[in-house]
């Protein structure tokens, strides 16, 4: 068998236009796939790196638009609800809940306007926001309803561009009605989640709910899985309770990030096989292409089958030669395909460097793979061709 690779490159060396027009096709097939699959991972690593690993545990609620059935029930987001969901959707952690209003924030001269958002203790350090100065809100902070503010990190550096926010006193005007703040904290510019950590704006709910709109009812429920992968799941059991609660179907409208990035990564990961697969063709019609260049070499080699089978060679040992060039060529063509495909990656990956370089392994082993079948696949009848050949005839 290792003599058979040595008389397959030594053959290759002696027809070198005619063995690289076979390796044209089996390496534009290879490369095709590697660079294919290697943009496609590219962007799914950028589209989760954009997502961020922070909330992907989260769910929100928020009342929908339909109401199909006269009979339908107006869901109210209050401490019953949140009970009752608790109690009925598993695998949940912590509900919190949120209202959310325009509002003018103003500091000496400079005003900015935006949405104001109250939240509960804990809900900011659950969506995984850092702080780039000051702290979060306390419990006792919400309880007591106090005058505190914590600033997106635009929204501070609009009023405050010198720095030093915290501690100081903004004004917020709510539907005409002016309250102050205290400065407590600045959040860290991240990438998104399910809060904006740029351009929001957060004060205790218990403040919002007794002096802004004192209602206790929210306008947004927060739902925590136990787990990212837990949150699909859980999204899907909180709107079917609340589908259930109400008696019509589009009551709510749930949200998750976990979701919308499964979603995407199913689109990507479709897109990239059906892509790969129109890749694959090159790689065929190269297979038919070694085909006929081994029936001309097996052609053009008769007098050297027949010398062999006069010597002895068994129509075994002449059909394995012939697979072995076969293989050879397809080796050769999809090792060259996966250096020309990472090659090509990287020249797209500097001409966007914003697109983050990642190489599809598996790819690479597969087409890799894929390649040298096609190579054995197709040279099965050339091989067959020459091991049945009568020594006379090939002689003659």
């Known amino acids: 068998m290792i003599d058979d690779f040595f008389d397959a490159f030594r053959n290759f060396s002696r027809s070198k236009t005619r063995t690289v027009l076979s390796l044209l096709g089996v390496i534009i097939g290879v490369a095709s796939v590697i660079v294919i699959t290697s943009i496609v991972s590219s962007a799914t690593k950028q589209i989760q790196s954009t997502f961020g690993s922070s909330a992907l545990d989260m769910c929100s609620i928020r009342s929908g638009f339909m109401r199909k059935n006269r009979d339908a029930i ?23 809940f949120e209202n ?22 804990g809900y900011l350090e659950a969506c995984s926001i850092s702080l780039d100065e000051g ?36 004004l917020a005007v709510v539907d005409k009605t002016p309250f102050s703040f205290r400065v407590l904290g600045v959040l860290k510019k991240q990438s998104a989640g399910m809060e904006d950590a740029t351009t929001g704006m957060y004060v205790p709910r218990g403040f919002y709910t007794r002096k802004i709109k004192p209602n206790p009812t929210a306008s947004v429920v927060m739902i ?34 976990q979701t919308i990035l499964e979603q995407m990564n199913q689109m990507t990961q479709t897109l990239a096989l059906m892509l790969s697969g129109i890749a694959a063709i090159s790689l ?50 999809g090792a060259i395909g996966i250096l020309l495909g990472i090659a090509v990656s990287l020249v797209v990956e500097y001409i966007s460097p914003s697109l983050p370089y990642a190489l599809n392994v598996s790819a690479c082993g597969i087409s890799f793979v894929f390649s ?25």
Do not use: H
């Open 74 to 96: 107006s869901l109210v987001f209050d401490e019953s609800f949140r009970s009752e969901l608790f109690d009925k959707v598993k695998n949940i952690k912590k509900i919190w």
């Open 100 to 121: 959310t209003s325009s509002v003018t924030l103003s500091y000496a001269e400079t005003s900015v306007t935006g949405n104001i958002t109250a939240v509960e203790a």
């Open 135 to 170: 702290e979060f809100f306390s419990v006792t902070d919400d309880v007591e309803g106090v005058q505190k503010i914590i600033l997106g990190s635009e929204v501070a550096l609009a009023l405050f561009p010198d720095g030093g926010a915290l501690g100081k006193g903004v």
């Open 224 to 257: 925590q899985a136990v787990s990212a992968e837990a949150c699909t799941q859980v999204s899907s059991d909180a709107e079917s309770f609340c589908t259930e609660k109400s008696g019509t179907q589009g009551s709510v409208s749930v949200f998750s990030m």
């Open 284 to 333: 065929l019609v190269g297979g038919i292409g070694i085909m006929n260049i081994m029936i001309v070499t097996v052609t053009e080699r008769r007098q050297e089958i027949g010398i062999r089978k006069a010597l002895g060679a068994s129509p075994t040992a002449i059909c394995r030669q012939f697979l072995v060039e076969s293989a050879c060529i397809t080796l050769v063509g």
């Open 372 to 396: 040298v079948l096609v190579g054995v696949f197709f040279g099965i009848n050339p091989a067959r061709r020459a091991s049945k050949l009568d020594p006379v005839d090939a002689l003659s």
